[in-house]
């Protein structure tokens, strides 16, 4: 990956057979594919290198060709926040890149939504099972009718009651809702369904468009999209969802009458994840993505990182590449606010890699981050969006978000992502059903088996030889074209995950 290494990856499809030689190099025993191998004899201490930069120290001496992993390398300490400095170096130039543009829906904040959803949140956890069963019945009696709404899906989640509300981790999932129901693909038009007695009161989660504790004399079904389950008129089961069908038939009337026009790609919001992550993920489907990454800024649009543990060991890279010193002052706050969260919990960064990432190859954090960092690409950091935030601003923007697939994607909805694009090694069949997520490959033998799986086969780059430009490209207008309605793998199944809310505050 960089002349500096002394540490190379085996990218062949089943890995390489004990006793091959490659350009002069025996291998000391079978490495599966994705797997290090030392380039030269290593001494217990010595730095191995891979990227250019520290992964690890040797725990014992390993021969030239000898299998480099978890069991004999040591893991660094994570960079000190306190010796970070910003260079204070002007911001490497964007070039502007015209002429691509997609097919979405415009709403009145200006925000484009890539999808025409009926989104119906709520404010506890209670109306869960009210809000599902309405959704089924939206589904089937009433959604045929609005044959230009794509979905209606209900923002299911368990926070709302039972939590220290006032306490200060309580601001983050409060945040994280208020924003999701604002996501571009819903319109302005996001329903909440109340239970009335919770904590979470609609006045709290909305506080712009409920400003009083609600009335439960008032009609059942509200002109704001507001459906309070505890209010007097509603006697028995049917009543409520009499409530919640009404309120979303005039909901649907409004939505249906979204049409698709060309949006510039810079109205492209791309959140990016990885999850399932295997050594090749930093060498093919990452590199490449960040090349896409690249041309998103370069058109104007809007591109979120995030997960915070898998960029905290290459967070000087990230410190050099801020547009200001305060975006490089904000990204180690973040930082320092996670190293605390994690200490609070009795861990730190080391916890985050699993027992897949380690079969995949990747032996720890320090390799997993730099890897995972690559598909930022290149363009300088423009912003920091605080966990549950929406995003201000254009370019490329770090989203200070666990590195968990469910939550970073919960947070990435929150920030107004209308892409998601999702990298894997091992295979992850995650998707959402707010935003559509184009799913990556980085090995040509999982886009195979997965075929119906995979959006795209960034393992090309290793198997037949295509360039991360080329494969960036392709991804870039890959991106374009879901944005303008074609369906990714996840959507034709019909596959998504639940939300997952960050909750850094007491239960009580
Ligand atoms: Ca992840």
């Known amino acids: 990956m960089n002349p500096a290494d002394n540490v190379a990856v085996v990218a062949n499809d089943g890995g390489l057979r004990e006793g091959t030689t490659v350009d002069g190099l025996a291998l000391r025993h079978h490495v599966p594919q994705a797997h290090k191998v030392a380039l030269a004899p290593l001494s217990a201490g010595d730095p191995v290198r891979r990227y250019g930069a520290v992964i690890g120290y040797a725990k014992e001496s390993i021969p030239a060709g000898g299998l480099v992993n978890e069991t004999n390398l040591e893991l660094p300490h994570a960079p000190s926040l306190e010796s970070l400095t910003f260079a204070g170096r002007a911001a490497k130039a964007v070039e502007p890149l015209n002429g691509y543009a997609f097919r979405g829906f415009r709403n009145d904040d200006g925000s484009v939504g890539t999808r025409n959803i009926l989104a119906i949140t709520n404010t506890v956890q209670c109306v869960s099972g009210i809000v599902g069963h309405a959704v089924e019945r939206i589904r089937c009696e009433l959604l045929p009718r609005f044959p230009h709404v794509d979905d209606v899906v209900a923002l299911d989640h368990t926070y709302g009651c039972g939590v220290a509300i006032d306490a200060p981790g309580a601001a983050i999932p409060i945040r994280t809702l208020h924003n ?28 712009e468009t409920f400003d009083t504790l609600p009335d439960i004399s008032k009609p059942a079904s509200d002109p704001a999209g507001l459906v309070i389950l505890q209010d007097e008129s509603h ?155 929406r995003a201000q601003g254009s370019g490329l923007l770090f989203a200070a978000t666990p590195a968990s697939d469910f939550i970073c994607g919960t947070l990435q909805l929150a920030a107004g992502m209308n892409v998601h694009v999702f990298t894997t090694g091992q295979g992850t069949p ?23 799986l995979m959006d795209i086969d960034a393992g090309r780059i290793v198997s037949a030889g295509q360039t991360i430009e080329s494969m960036g490209q392709s991804m870039f207008e890959k991106m374009l074209a879901i944005a303008s309605g074609e369906r990714t793998c996840a959507e034709r199944l019909g596959l998504h995950n639940q939300l997952a809310l960050f909750n850094p505050g007491p239960v009580t």
């Open 180 to 207: 999701i129901a604002r996501n571009p693909n819903f319109a302005g038009l996001t329903m909440v369904v109340s239970l009335g007695c919770e904590k979470l009161q609609p006045s709290m989660l909305f506080p």
């Open 235 to 389: 006697v028995g089961f049917e009543a409520m969802i009499g409530s919640i069908l009404q309120t979303s038939e005039r909901q649907l009337t409004l939505l249906d009458r979204r049409r698709r026009k060309r949006c510039p790609a810079s109205d492209l919001v791309v959140g990016l994840q990885c999850g399932g992550s295997d050594s090749l993920s930093g060498v093919t489907a990452n590199p490449a993505l960040g090349h896409a990454a690249d041309l998103v800024v370069r058109a104007g649009g809007t591109v979120i990182f995030s997960e915070v543990t898998e960029v905290r060991d290459g967070i000087d890279q990230l410190i050099r590449r801020a547009a200001s010193p305060e975006i490089a002052a904000e990204l180690a706050r973040q930082m320092e606010w996670y190293d605390h969260y994690l200490s609070c919990g009795q861990s730190d960064r080391s916890a985050n890699t699993t027992p897949g990432n380690k079969k995949g190859g990747l032996s720890n954090v320090v390799e997993k981050a730099l890897g995972s960092i690559a598909k930022s690409g290149s363009m300088p950091i423009n912003g920091v969006i605080p966990p549950g935030e």
């Open 430 to 452: 995650y998707g959402l059903a707010e935003v559509p997520v184009v799913k990556v490959a980085s090995r040509s033998e999982l886009a195979k088996r997965w075929h119906d």
